[in-house]
């Protein structure tokens, strides 16, 4: 199996026309019907499912592509770590990032550092513990965020300096936005939206032996779109403070839950992993500024 090979099929993916693939590909569509015939001959399995003027991904196919972009985006980081080797004053940088207010000493210290190394690139991905963790064990990035403890056993951290303050997220006019803080009485029985990683882990912590009589109407992988429903009197959001906007006007307010509870983040890196010189350059200059050798 070519990474080309993968290239085109990533195309048509995309695409879901093999004409306009073959187009953006500067191959013909002869050549590229032949390269994805002799791919699924190799897996011994149906990609794609063809109609009059589209092409489908089957269940086999819909895996593949999540394998592919894994190993293409690994393949194209491999290529520019090399090309980058010699370069100690610019390169590329790749972060994969949780949802948290905390993100801004991050940014931070990545306009600080660009001040020194003007030619650094950072690439930035958005997700939640399993998301950015999967990408770092893969090598996809080179530093994760986590809102949550990392494993140690894998994993070299550095502690931000603060923590977020989680709370509900609720209309402007509901009779709940009396109140200063939420406490666990006040959210029983309401249909409530939260991350799956936080009612698992730090909200099921907080509640409780009192957590079943907490509702979990739905949950999100980012906030924002929590607050639309809950702008829709659908629930109620728990969520960290300054992820959604509560400012006079927005319709919304957040109030703090009570007993306080917060969450500290952590950036991390894999043990034994191998940075570019610009990547390494970053890392030092973080645990100088922050005076942790973890």
Same mark, same amino acid.
């Given at each position: ?18 004409t306009?693939a ?14 994805? =015939? ?12 063809? #109609? ?12 593949? &592509?999540? &394998? ?27 972060? *994969? ?5 905390q ?9 600080q ?6 030619? !650094? ?5 958005? *997700? ?7 990408k ?19 994993? #070299? ?18 009779p ?12 029983? *029985?309401?249909?409530?939206f ?15 032996? =009192?957590?079943?009589?907490? #509702?979990?109407e ?8 929590g607050?639309?429903?809950v702008?829709? +009197?659908? *629930?109620?959001?728990?969520?960290? =403070?300054h ?7 927005? +319709?919304?307010?957040? &109030?703090?839950?009570?007993? !306080?509870l917060?969450? =500290? ?15 390494? &350059? ?13």
């Amino acid at each position: 199996m070519e990474l080309r090979t993968l290239r085109y099929f990533l195309a048509v993916a995309r695409e879901e026309n093999m004409t306009r693939a073959a187009e953006l590909l500067h191959v013909t569509q002869p050549t590229l019907s032949k390269q994805l =015939k002799a791919l699924e001959d190799e897996l011994g399995k149906k990609l794609f499912t063809r #109609h009059s003027f589209s092409i489908q991904l089957t269940e086999e196919g819909i895996l593949l &592509r999540k &394998r592919a972009e894994d190993l293409v985006k690994m393949a194209d980081k491999i290529t520019t770590e090399f090309l980058t080797l010699d370069d100690v004053l610019g390169g590329d940088i790749y972060f *994969g990032l949780a949802e948290s207010y905390q993100i801004r000493h991050l940014a931070s210290a990545i306009k600080q550092f660009k001040n020194t190394f003007s030619d !650094m690139r950072y690439h930035i991905t958005s *997700g939640d513990t399993e998301q950015v963790t999967e990408k770092l064990d893969k090598g996809v990035i080179d530093f994760a965020v986590l809102a949550e403890t990392p494993n140690t056993a894998k994993y #070299h951290f550095l502690s931000f300096p603060e923590a977020d303050l989680w709370g509900l997220v609720m209309p402007a006019d509901c009779p709940l936005a009396q109140k200063q803080t939420i406490y666990i009485n006040d959210l029983a *029985g309401l249909p409530l939206f939260c991350s799956e990683q936080g009612w698992n882990h730090d909200i099921s912590k907080w509640a409780g032996n =009192k957590i079943d009589e907490l #509702h979990l109407e739905g949950s999100f992988r980012l906030p924002y779109n929590g607050s639309l429903f809950v702008r829709e +009197g659908l *629930g109620y959001l728990l969520t960290f =403070k300054h992820l959604i906007d509560t400012s006079p006007g927005s +319709g919304l307010v957040f &109030r703090p839950l009570a007993p !306080m509870l917060e969450t =500290k983040i952590y950036l991390i890196w894999k043990k034994y992993h191998v940075f570019t010189p610009i990547a390494e &350059r970053f890392l030092e200059m973080l645990k100088l500024n922050s005076g942790n050798k973890t």
